[in-house]
């Protein structure tokens, strides 16, 4: 990150709720430790608390003492003192003349340009009540810039996702728009494209003649905790699938851009969502498989169902795995499967990419020994635990025992680069005040990926399904090896 100050006044939204106190205010308090924001910088706490300025910086002071990822806390009072805190009912326009005037009072004070961004850390529901109301009230007129980050969930199918953005964009133009994907945020997500396209060694392999199949996971240990009345609504397909997953998937396929810029990064995804293989209703079980986790044992520990979870349906539908069988039907990509599985309540927490590479044209080791086989050449890019990048290779057997043996070239992220950051979301804040849209879903991206899920969404919504259909602590349904076996593959477990 550069060390140049940004000029901005930042309104955060739902300052006080859980996520700007995990995440968000460690991040913008670790942006400002490293100078990224300075003397001419703001951030105003919106909420509907009656509370004071010295009442909000002692909860973010709260918050951000108790970050772990935090080496420091130096800085942390200077910080406190550009921290200010408007009450206002986000629903009502006439109670946004505080929030107006603060602003206004700031940038008498501080040299912030007349840039604002507006930060809504709130259910989507408020959205287009917040944005219209900052359009009423003239809060969006400034002689700076003005920029909008808004959480997902983006909708929750087509229809709704189109609807939100025609009201968000009476008040904000595309270009000022920031969908925020958190997982675009972490630093292995963004190394993917370093990987591809600063290394001759891979370019021209990224294709169906040389590689076999791409492998997705993204798993965690943990049920729903205390989000299951959100996760009600969501489930797996609309909470992972349709955004992070789909992202990633858009990453590897996408073809190399003209620049860097985001405009040309983000025209090759959308090629890549434009290009899934779109499936029909009768071909839903043939490329998906849905589960929701059953009681079992999680650390050690028993642990309940899904819908044994509180706030949950004791006949829920709502998957918490889902796996697919996905096609980029292009010239590079065809006929080379994309294998993505995702699901609580699984064995381990990981989320890694495995590329599997086809085999040597002709195997001239173990040809009197059928029960022998060259190891896979695998490139293996590990994105949460422990950050790294593998590449699988078969070498000879010193030993002597065999012909060959498998070796692992492997690069490990060093933790004192990781600790630069407190979280995904500082990497994403600072793009969104350095004007970088890269890492941010562009309307078109998120419209191409609910065009693709939303036929397998309505076809679950009326199928009921077994649940439960696979033990918390395991690797999910049996049937999401099927997806795999029935093309000779198997789910890589390294």
């Given at each position: 990150?550069?060390?140049?100050?940004?000029?901005?006044?930042?309104?955060?939204?739902?300052?006080?709720?859980?996520?700007?106190?995990?995440?968000?205010?460690?991040?913008?308090?670790?942006?400002?430790?490293?100078?990224?924001?300075?003397?001419?910088?703001?951030?105003?706490?919106?909420?509907?608390?009656?509370?004071?300025?010295d009442?909000?910086?002692?909860?973010a002071?709260n918050?951000?003492?108790?970050?772990?990822?935090?080496?420091?806390?130096e800085?942390?009072?200077l910080?406190l003192?550009?921290v200010?805190?408007v009450?206002?009912?986000?629903?009502?326009?006439?109670?946004?003349?505080?929030l107006?005037?603060?602003?206004?009072?700031?940038?008498?004070?501080?040299?912030?340009?007349g840039n604002?961004?507006?930060?809504?850390?709130?259910?989507?529901?408020?959205?287009?009540?917040?944005?219209d109301?900052?359009?009423i009230?003239g809060i969006?007129?400034?002689?700076?810039s003005?920029?909008l980050?808004?959480?997902?969930?983006?909708?929750?199918d087509?229809d709704?996702?189109?609807?939100l953005?025609e009201?968000?964009?009476?008040?904000?133009?595309?270009?000022?728009?920031y969908?925020?994907?958190?997982?675009?945020?972490?630093?292995?997500v963004q190394?993917?494209e370093?990987?591809r396209?600063?290394?001759?060694?891979?370019?021209?392999?990224?294709?169906?003649?040389?590689?076999?199949?791409?492998?997705?996971?993204s798993?965690?240990?943990?049920g729903?905790?205390?989000?299951?009345?959100y996760?009600?609504?969501?489930?797996?397909?609309?909470?992972m699938?349709?955004?992070h997953m789909?992202?990633?998937?858009s990453?590897l396929g996408?073809?190399p851009?003209?620049?860097?810029?985001?405009?040309?990064?983000?025209?090759?995804?959308i090629?890549v969502?434009?290009?899934?293989?779109?499936?029909?209703?009768?071909?839903?079980r043939?490329?998906?498989?849905?589960?929701?986790?059953?009681?079992?044992?999680?650390?050690?520990?028993?642990?309940?169902?899904?819908r044994e979870?509180?706030?949950?349906?004791e006949?829920?539908?709502?998957?918490?795995?889902?796996?697919?069988?996905?096609?980029?039907d292009?010239?590079?990509w065809?006929?080379?499967?994309?294998?993505?599985?995702?699901?609580?309540r699984?064995?381990?927490?990981?989320?890694?990419?495995v590329?599997?590479f086809?085999?040597?044209?002709?195997?001239?080791y173990?040809?009197n020994?059928s029960?022998?086989?060259?190891?896979?050449?695998?490139?293996?890019?590990?994105i949460?635990?422990?950050?790294?990048?593998?590449l699988?290779?078969?070498v000879?057997?010193?030993a002597g025992?065999?012909?060959?043996?498998e070796?692992?070239l492997?690069y490990?992220?060093?933790?004192?680069?990781?600790?630069?950051?407190?979280?995904?979301?500082?990497?994403l804040?600072f793009?969104?005040?350095d004007?970088?849209?890269?890492?941010?879903?562009?309307?078109?991206?998120?419209?191409n990926a609910?065009s693709?899920?939303?036929?397998?969404n309505?076809?679950?919504?009326?199928?009921l399904?077994?649940?439960?259909?696979?033990?918390?602590?395991?690797?999910?349904?049996v049937?999401?090896?099927?997806l795999?076996s029935?093309?000779g593959?198997?789910?890589?477990d390294?």
């Amino acid at each position: 990150m550069t060390t140049h100050p940004f000029k901005v006044s930042i309104a955060l939204f739902g300052a006080t709720g859980d996520l700007s106190r995990r995440k968000l205010l460690p991040s913008i308090f670790h942006l400002f430790q490293e100078g990224s924001l300075k003397d001419d910088f703001a951030l105003i706490a919106v909420g509907r608390r009656d509370i004071t300025d010295d009442d909000f910086r002692e909860i973010a002071r709260n918050a951000i003492s108790e970050n772990g990822k935090l080496e420091t806390l130096e800085g942390l009072d200077l910080f406190l003192t550009h921290v200010h805190y408007v009450r206002l009912s986000i629903t009502e326009s006439d109670t946004y003349s505080s929030l107006k005037n603060k602003f206004e009072d700031i940038e008498r004070t501080l040299d912030t340009g007349g840039n604002r961004l507006f930060y809504l850390a709130m259910p989507p529901q408020y959205f287009t009540d917040i944005t219209d109301n900052l359009r009423i009230s003239g809060i969006t007129e400034t002689e700076g810039s003005k920029k909008l980050i808004i959480e997902k969930p983006f909708g929750k199918d087509y229809d709704s996702a189109y609807k939100l953005n025609e009201e968000i964009s009476k008040s904000f133009q595309e270009h000022e728009i920031y969908r925020i994907d958190h997982y675009l945020g972490k630093e292995m997500v963004q190394n993917i494209e370093v990987i591809r396209f600063s290394n001759s060694l891979f370019e021209p392999l990224w294709n169906n003649h040389y590689i076999s199949n791409v492998q997705i996971t993204s798993s965690e240990s943990l049920g729903v905790l205390d989000r299951a009345e959100y996760y009600e609504r969501s489930g797996a397909v609309r909470d992972m699938f349709q955004n992070h997953m789909l992202q990633v998937v858009s990453l590897l396929g996408m073809e190399p851009p003209v620049s860097l810029n985001s405009n040309d990064i983000r025209e090759e995804k959308i090629k890549v969502l434009k290009s899934l293989r779109k499936v029909e209703a009768e071909d839903v079980r043939k490329y998906f498989v849905r589960g929701q986790y059953d009681e079992g044992t999680a650390d050690g520990e028993y642990v309940k169902s899904y819908r044994e979870e509180e706030n949950v349906s004791e006949n829920s539908n709502t998957p918490t795995f889902i796996a697919a069988r996905l096609f980029i039907d292009n010239f590079r990509w065809a006929g080379v499967p994309f294998y993505v599985r995702t699901g609580k309540r699984m064995k381990n927490k990981e989320t890694k990419i495995v590329v599997e590479f086809k085999e040597v044209p002709m195997n001239l080791y173990y040809q009197n020994e059928s029960d022998d086989r060259l190891a896979k050449n695998l490139l293996v890019i590990r994105i949460q635990p422990n950050e790294s990048i593998t590449l699988h290779l078969n070498v000879k057997d010193y030993a002597g025992e065999q012909d060959t043996k498998e070796i692992k070239l492997s690069y490990s992220v060093d933790p004192t680069d990781l600790a630069r950051t407190v979280d995904a979301y500082e990497n994403l804040i600072f793009d969104c005040l350095d004007g970088d849209a890269t890492n941010f879903t562009h309307y078109e991206e998120l419209m191409n990926a609910w065009s693709f899920v939303d036929p397998v969404n309505a076809v679950w919504e009326n199928d009921l399904a077994s649940f439960p259909n696979y033990r918390s602590g395991s690797n999910g349904p049996v049937k999401s090896s099927l997806l795999l076996s029935k093309d000779g593959f198997k789910w890589w477990d390294v």
